[in-house]
């Protein structure tokens, strides 16, 4: 229904399409679509110009920006490329993602049910649908590989293959081979070796494209972005305007939010506490057996989500619309908050949960903040609590990335390969991982089950 009206609004040439999506999301641009309809526009600017698609040449020879995507893309030479497509191309990728999230774990509580609700409907994932982003496909293709990870071996290989498939066409989604792990090492190494021979051929074959493809954008700290490098680079800004408004002694401001050390001095204490306080969740008792409680489809969802969005957190600035992961993850965390193995950990899982609407929402909330205080939303700037909104936001996403993390350090400890490559309690720094309430005083014992059934990160034969 929601597709349906704003289609009927933009269909009406209403401006309350427009004026709705300003404020929910991102100012819109005056069609829908914009990220669909590039892929087409390449096609056209390769075939008609060859490789003048990788330069800025293809500014004025087609009205493009250079090609910064896979040059698979370029060879899909069956997709209609007119112009007119784009916004049947558009409502079926939007309509197929609102699609898949009827098959994500369906929380039974009505209260976690108004969450989902809530996140879906974001600013982040609307700003996705709005621009037809090719992240919708990639969620996509998650979501496939999230239900095939959990059947017999040739489904689970059809799951690595649609995880491959998107790491071709998008580079980034390779992270995601990281869960063969859950494999027995013999198809570990069968898998690895058949994934690494297709990405290496697939290099050798474009390698020249390849070469020509230009640098991931990035952007200004205080604009749609989100990664580790935000609170890195935006926080001397930050300080210098708080100074500021103390009234401090220009030199003194300047000696003391001096960009280069207050950087190195913040990704320090980020970087140093995040992976510390990580490592000491990964260990607790009581993380494992709420991973265990957990169904063994909540689990796989809560894993592919995780990986992707600590990957596209520490790798690079990534546009708000790949934020649309943050949806796979969700009802894992809501599931941790709840099964009672969770123990002392439900309110990491708890504050874990309100960080992930924090920033599902922070470009409607930067937007609020700036209309009621004054100041910029896009980027933030000339507002002190404009400032301070976006410092929370930015910690939110670290305290959120620090529990994601726990989570997949305690995946790899327990899978399968890891144990049969003997890295093991033998090993010392591994076995510092492994759960042991003697460990700390703070770790209350959880008692699991001698019968229970096999945990979900082992897998089904």
């Known amino acids: 229904m929601l597709l349906a009206g704003m289609a009927w609004l933009y269909a009406t040439g209403s401006d309350l399409y427009g004026r709705i999506l300003a404020y929910w999301s991102f100012i819109p641009w005056p069609y829908p679509f914009i990220d669909t309809a590039v892929v087409p526009g390449w096609i056209r600017c390769w075939q008609l110009h ?9 500014w004025g020879a087609c009205g493009l920006g250079p090609m910064n995507y896979s040059p698979l893309w370029l060879r899909l030479k069956f997709l209609p490329t007119d112009p007119g497509w784009t916004n049947w191309y558009g409502m079926s990728l939007v309509a197929a993602f609102l699609l898949s999230l009827g098959v994500l774990p369906r929380p ?13 409907f974001s600013c982040l994932p609307v700003f996705a649908m709005e621009r037809g982003n090719l992240d919708l496909m990639v969620f996509l293709l998650a979501v496939g590989a999230a239900l095939c990870l959990g059947g017999t071996l040739g489904r689970r290989i059809l799951g690595y293959s649609l995880m491959l498939l998107g790491g071709l066409l998008k580079f980034y989604p390779l992270v995601l081979l990281v869960l063969v792990l859950r494999e027995r090492l013999a198809v570990l190494a069968a898998l690895a070796f058949a994934a690494a021979a297709i990405i290496a051929g697939t290099g050798i074959v474009f390698l020249d494209e390849l070469h020509r493809l230009g640098p991931v954008p990035g952007g200004e700290p205080f ?12 926080f001397p800004v930050v300080l210098h305007a708080f100074l500021e408004a103390v009234g401090l002694p220009g030199p003194m401001i ?14 320090t204490l980020l970087h140093a506490s995040t992976l510390i306080v990580a490592l000491r969740l990964a260990r607790r008792d009581d993380l494992r057996a709420a991973l265990t409680a957990i169904s063994d489809r909540t689990y796989r ?7 992707l969005v600590v990957a596209c957190f520490f790798a690079h600035q990534n546009v708000g619309y790949r934020g649309v992961f943050l949806l796979l993850i969700l009802p894992g965390l809501l599931a941790l908050s709840h099964v009672p193995a969770s123990g002392r950990l439900r309110p990491a899982f708890t504050v874990a949960i309100g960080s992930m609407l924090c920033v599902l929402w922070e470009l409607t909330t930067r937007h609020l903040v700036a209309d009621m205080f004054g100041g910029a939303y896009d980027p933030v700037e000339g507002s002190l609590i404009g400032y301070t909104v976006w410092v929370v936001q930015e910690l939110a996403w670290w305290w959120l990335i620090t529990v994601l993390m726990a989570i997949l350090i305690r995946f790899v400890a327990d899978s399968p390969a890891w144990r049969e490559l003997g890295l093991t309690a033998s090993h010392r720094w591994v076995g510092w991982l492994r759960p042991n309430a003697t ?10 089950p001698k019968r229970r059934r096999i945990p979900p990160h082992l897998p089904a034969e």
């Open 301 to 307: 969802f809560l894993l592919i989500g995780g990986v």
């Open 254 to 267: 300047a000696t003391l939010s001096q960009p280069w050390s207050v950087s190195v001095v913040v990704a």
């Open 223 to 234: 604009g749609n972005l989100w990664g580790a490098a935000n609170l890195v680079t935006g």
């Open 108 to 120: 039974r509580r009505l209260g976690d049910r108004a969450l989902v609700m809530l996140a879906t």
């Open 439 to 448: 460990h700390s005083r703070r770790t209350r014992v959880v008692a699991v």
């Open 50 to 58: 060859g490789l003048v698609v990788y330069t800025d040449e293809s």
